[in-house]
């Protein structure tokens, strides 16, 4: 039962994610934040445009106690709203 409470703890943080499109002075930008799992949680963040990632962004959180997924959530959300700020502030050109 406890291995079962882990798979679905661990689904539940991988399913954690954010996707925005950017546009600014003509240029269309991705952002895109994504949370792995293995032995800690990692939420990565990348700035793609046309295909090319230009930036990427991975924090690592290696604390079990604790709400891990509500934790994970705002870390996630905090780390890509950072990321879609500098895009919009000019920060590739």
Known sequence: MKSDNR??????IRSI????N?????RSFHV??????SNNVKVKTIVIEAGVVLDATVTVDEQVEGDVVARTRQA??????R?????RAGKYG
């Open 7 to 12: 798979q679905d703890l661990a689904n539940e």
């Open 17 to 20: 994610g954010y996707s925005d």
């Open 22 to 26: 950017v546009e600014i002075a003509g």
């Open 32 to 37: 895109q934040t994504d949370v792995t799992t």
């Open 76 to 81: 996630a959300k905090l780390q890509h709203d």
């Open 83 to 87: 990321a879609v700020a500098e895009v």
